[in-house]
């Protein structure tokens, strides 16, 4: 894996629970949204708008999906608990990075999947987490 400074052009996405503002910095350190909430080591974004989405349905907490317009304030690189396992060639275009993202803006109108396409990612998420895997592996 190979970090760079841009393997996809902006606009970058970050889809999450949280209530943020412009000029925020989304920072490693933190408690994922994934999984068993482990400290995460890095912050995830992605240059489709879908992949986005689907971390904004699938975020741990009570708020409503959000999906932030987010630019990394470091290197960032391909996302190996996606490209490498479920998506080769990174087709989702989705990234990590250590140094943090930046909050520039909010997708405001966005279409989320219909509830039997989300329950069926939720179910499964459970089978995953009943066998051991987690969503996020740093």
């Not at 482990?38 to 992605?46: G, H, Q």
């Amino acid at each position: 894996m190979t970090s760079t400074d841009a393997p996809s052009p902006p606009p970058y996405y970050h889809g999450t629970k949280a209530d943020l503002q412009v000029g925020d910095l989304i920072q490693p350190g933190y408690a994922s949204n994934y999984g068993q909430r482990k400290k995460a080591n890095y912050v995830y974004l992605s240059a489709t708008l879908e992949a986005a989405i689907w971390g904004a349905e699938l975020a741990v907490g009570a708020g409503r999906g959000r999906i932030y317009i987010v630019e990394p304030t470091g290197p960032i690189e391909d996302d190996p608990n996606l490209t490498d396992r479920k998506f080769p060639g990174n087709p989702t275009k989705s990234y990590r990075c250590k140094a943090g993202l930046r909050v520039t803006g909010e997708v405001m109108q966005w279409q989320g999947h219909s509830p039997e396409q989300l329950q069926t990612m939720l179910a499964h998420v459970q089978r995953m987490r009943e066998l051991g895997i987690e969503a996020i592996q740093e």
